[in-house]
């Protein structure tokens, strides 16, 4: 079962093509949540909340029965809760380029700008520029600066982003959804729903199924060291530093990726 990323507004759309490969010997369940890609929409978006989205994958776990869950990014938040609360659901679970806290939600925002203020100053330059006219960071003409570090802080080789090109299609990303749950202006100051998330760090040596974290040493958003820090409170997880990854593994390395993914179901019970 895949749980995807892009925020909390992301679709499946994110692991087509790449997935592909695990469906040849593996039954591959691409979830959409409620108001996302293909499920149903809510009347209001605020109707959207981390706990809601915990207990629709739950349900939908209880249905099919006991699976592998890989949760990337926000889906990974979605995976720690269900390893923790749900247990039995959870065969084995992996987590690409995630999160354990708001904290750490907080500290992508920091590290993508100190990116941006380096990297790109003349950007950055323009984006204090709107901020100090008034302009929230999820503002659209904010959003189109900020996309300018997307091909530098998310991957080893900024080509690799046009392997992503299709999640600028319609249905991709609910974009009306990210601000309402991530605050007005989450580049800066996180808010809305995501302080409610909890934090996984004291209860992440709990999760007693099979485990594997999965960082990219070029992922210039969640670091490393952040990656690091998470596998430290889970130490009876495999960690996989990809050494020509940023945040996407499986578009960047699927082979190693895909090659650990099936040796971490394999031990599964």
């Not at 960082?215 to 596998?231: F, H, I, K, N, V």
Request: glycine content about 8%; hydrophobic content about 45%; aromatic content about 8%.
């Amino acid at each position: 079962m895949l749980l995807a990323g892009l925020g909390p507004a992301g679709s499946h759309a994110v692991f087509h093509p790449a997935f592909t490969n695990l469906a040849a010997d593996h039954e591959v369940i691409y979830v959409d949540l409620f108001g996302r890609g293909r499920s149903g929409k809510p009347a209001h978006l605020d109707e959207i909340d981390f706990a809601g989205d915990a207990h629709d994958v739950a349900g939908l776990l209880e249905l099919l029965g006991p699976s592998h869950v890989y949760g990337f990014s926000y889906g990974g938040l979605l995976a720690q809760q269900l390893a923790l609360d749900r247990p039995g659901l959870v065969r084995s679970l992996a987590l690409a380029n995630t999160l354990h806290s708001p904290e750490m939600w907080q500290a992508n925002h920091a590290n993508i700008n100190r990116e941006l203020e380096n990297q790109y100053p003349e950007v950055w330059e323009q984006i204090l520029a709107l901020r100090a006219g008034g302009i929230p960071s999820t503002a659209p003409e904010m959003q189109r600066l900020f996309a300018a570090a997307m091909r530098l802080v998310r991957f080893y080789n900024p080509d690799n982003a046009e392997k992503l090109a299709h999640l600028a299609e319609p249905g991709a990303r609910n974009q009306a959804l990210y601000p309402v749950f991530c605050g007005a202006d989450v580049d800066f100051i996180i808010g809305g729903k995501i302080p409610a998330i909890p934090d996984f760090r004291p209860r992440l040596r709990e999760i007693s199924c099979p485990m594997l974290i999965v960082a990219g040493r070029y992922d210039r958003a969640l670091y490393p060291r952040c990656q690091r820090e998470l596998a430290s409170f889970a130490p009876q997880a495999r960690f996989l530093m990809l050494e020509r990854s940023g945040s996407f593994a499986h578009v960047e390395e699927p082979e190693t990726l895909f090659a650990a993914v099936r040796e971490l179901i394999a031990t599964a019970k």
